[in-house]
């Protein structure tokens, strides 16, 4: 049975960071590139990162290159995405997936709030 348990979020004020952390079960982890997703209130969910199931191949959402790093322990079959300088616009419920994404493979997310 696939299991995604993302784990990390909470309030944060603008500019400051979070680690965000995906566990993953009953899949071959290791071969899969692996996502990060976001689901703004009242906004589809959107791209936001991808590793390829080596690590060496990353791409990002324009709206997060250069702040965002996505990566990967495949020993602990975790995906982790270290976000820096956030904004408020970074605020989402963020979920990992395969990628392209699975509709079996949504988890319940982890709730990223960057208010003052």
């Known amino acids: 049975q696939v299991q995604l348990v993302e784990s990390g979020g909470g309030l944060v004020q603008p500019g400051g960071s979070l680690r965000l952390s995906c566990a993953a079960s009953?899949?071959?982890?290791?071969?899969?590139?692996m996502g990060w997703y976001r689901q703004a209130p009242g906004k589809e969910r959107e791209f936001v990162a991808t590793i390829s199931g080596s690590g060496i191949n990353t791409d990002y959402a324009d709206s997060v290159k250069g702040r965002f790093t996505i990566s990967r322990d495949n020993a602990k079959n975790t995906v982790y995405l270290q976000m820096n300088s956030l904004k408020p616009e970074d605020t989402a419920v963020y979920y990992c997936?395969?990628?392209?994404?699975?509709?079996?493979?949504w988890g319940r997310g982890t709730q990223v709030t960057v208010s003052s």
């Open positions: 009953g899949i071959p982890f290791s071969i899969y590139a």
């Open positions: 997936n395969r990628h392209p994404s699975r509709s079996g493979y």
